[in-house]
């Protein structure tokens, strides 16, 4: 028996399904009973040349071959983007078709509109390929760790972030530059807002947060900062700081409310996430009874996309075989409050420019004793004509505590700027865990109290 499938894009991620489905095909066959087939690939112009050499597949710019043909079980959609995307998936699932797309864009502002229709139509879709490449995600949150109630997520989700702030670290160079040779290399869109201000990351982190989280969260409600105001001066202290700076996306359940961010953070060294390097992404899950879980790999890229992709359409597959449709509409999914402008207390980089002047280090010290802020280590290196460049670390603070000593800063006269704020990182397990383990020790062992 075959199943035959139609292909909506042949680029990057559409030229791998190509060639990993038909490389898999046999296996496939062995596993599920069914055979694979391509049939139709819809591109914009049939005249390019494709990454991957076509056999029995059939190039057309009419999308009414793909979407109207009965014999079409499978839409896989590798366009990208919002239109005609969403509208080729909405009419694909009409019609009784299973999908599967690589679509981040669509899954996190469109999400509900396209389950409600599968659910409709009982029809499927999958989307590992929309958070993290090839690093299984979508699947574990939704599956092997469904006992657990998930507490956090912490990563590094978004590839051309990480290799501008990687090549930062490595060279010395400033975010300008940087960028500009990740658009001449192919890592960075000629337009790269998506990702340098976060939004890539915060759709993904809607999309996980909601599985993970057991709700639906809007991309609204994700607080979103970019890397555009790291500058090789931020870079060059955080490595003084023994840390390194990365855009983390942050998502954390307490008491039933959620705390959704994105933002480049302070990570030290020895923490997992700062040896995630380049093009890898990286996420960390702590579950109430899986504990602290990493899944690391390539973000991005032809056959890393494809392999979650094909790993998709083989689950599609085992289920037409089963005769099964797994779907679940958007509504049945509890809406949990989410605390925007709240977060756990933490350490903070703060660095300013300040007056060279006698007397002032104190007063900013007596804004920061006002403000219940006590200081963990402070910098003064860099000065530029008539000012000092200060970086001052923070013990952990309110989110409140921290505002009034910004705000404390600008009332004083004598710091021109506040130049950067940034989050850092705590050492995971640091702490609490040995005092977890002291506990335990000393409810075992009591005579060592
Ligand atoms: N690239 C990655 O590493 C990666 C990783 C994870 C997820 N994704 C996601 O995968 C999806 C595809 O990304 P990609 O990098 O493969 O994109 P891409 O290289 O730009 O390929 C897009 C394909 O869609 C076709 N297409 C675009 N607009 C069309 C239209 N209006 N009608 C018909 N065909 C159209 C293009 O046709 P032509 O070739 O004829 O122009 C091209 O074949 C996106 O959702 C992306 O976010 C990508």
Redesign the pocket.
């Known amino acids: 028996m075959k199943v035959t499938i139609g292909l ?9 399904v190509v060639e990993l489905t038909r490389r898999r095909a046999g296996r496939i066959a062995d596993m599920t009973g069914v055979r694979p087939v391509i049939k139709h690939i ?5 005249q ?1 040349p ?1 990454g991957v050499v076509l056999e029995g597949e059939r190039l057309t ?1 009419r ?1 009414e071959d793909v979407l109207d043909d009965p014999e079409v079980r499978v839409v896989i ?5 919002i239109e ?2 969403r509208t080729f998936i909405l009419r694909a699932l009409r019609a009784g078709k299973h999908v599967v ?6 899954i996190a502002l469109h999400g509900e509109e396209i389950f409600d229709a599968a659910e409709a139509a009982q029809a499927e879709v999958f989307f590992e ?2 958070v993290g ?1 090839a690093i299984p995600l979508i699947r574990p949150l939704k599956g092997c760790l469904t006992s657990n109630e998930i507490t956090d997520l912490k990563g590094i989700i978004n ?1 051309t972030t990480n290799y501008i702030l990687s090549k930062m670290t490595e060279t010395g160079a400033g975010f300008d530059e940087v960028l500009r040779e990740a658009q001449e290399l192919g890592y960075a869109e000629s337009d790269p807002t998506s990702d340098v201000d976060g939004l890539d990351a915060a759709r993904k982190l809607t999309i996980l947060a909601s599985i993970a989280f057991h709700t639906r969260v809007r991309l609204d409600e994700v607080r979103v900062h970019g890397i555009r105001s790291i500058t090789a001066a931020d870079v060059a202290y955080a490595n003084d700081l023994g840390c390194v700076i990365k855009l983390l996306a942050v998502g954390r359940e307490r008491d039933g409310a959620l705390q959704l961010e994105v933002r480049p953070t302070l990570v030290p060294k020895a923490h997992p996430l700062a040896s995630v390097s380049d093009a890898f992404n990286a996420l960390f899950v702590r579950g109430d009874a899986a504990g602290d879980l990493m899944f690391f790999g390539r ?4 056959m ?2 494809a392999s ?1 992709v094909v790993g998709d359409l083989i689950e599609v597959m085992q289920h037409l075989r089963m005769g099964i449709t797994e779907t679940r509409g958007s509504n049945r999914l509890p809406k949990k409050q989410v605390h925007a402008n709240q977060g756990p207390a933490g350490r903070y980089y703060i660095r300013l420019t300040a007056l060279d002047r006698p007397g002032v280090f104190a007063k900013i010290a007596g804004v920061f004793g006002q403000a219940g802020v006590s200081m963990e280590s402070v910098l003064q290196k860099r000065v530029k004509g008539e000012d000092a460049q200060i970086v001052i670390v923070t013990h952990a603070v309110s989110q409140g505590e921290l505002a009034a000593a910004i705000q404390g800063l600008k009332d004083l006269g004598s710091v021109p700027s506040i130049d950067n704020v940034l989050p850092v990182e705590e050492l995971e397990g640091e702490g609490p865990v040995l005092e977890d383990v002291m506990d335990d020790v000393v409810r075992t062992h009591p005579e060592l109290s």
């Open positions: 909506l894009g042949c680029g990057t991620v559409g030229a791998g819809l591109v914009r112009d049939e390019k494709r710019t999308p959609e590798t366009i990208g983007g005609p995307a797309t690589a679509n981040k864009d669509l390929a929309a490449g590839g973000g991005a890229g032809s890393p996309t979650a």
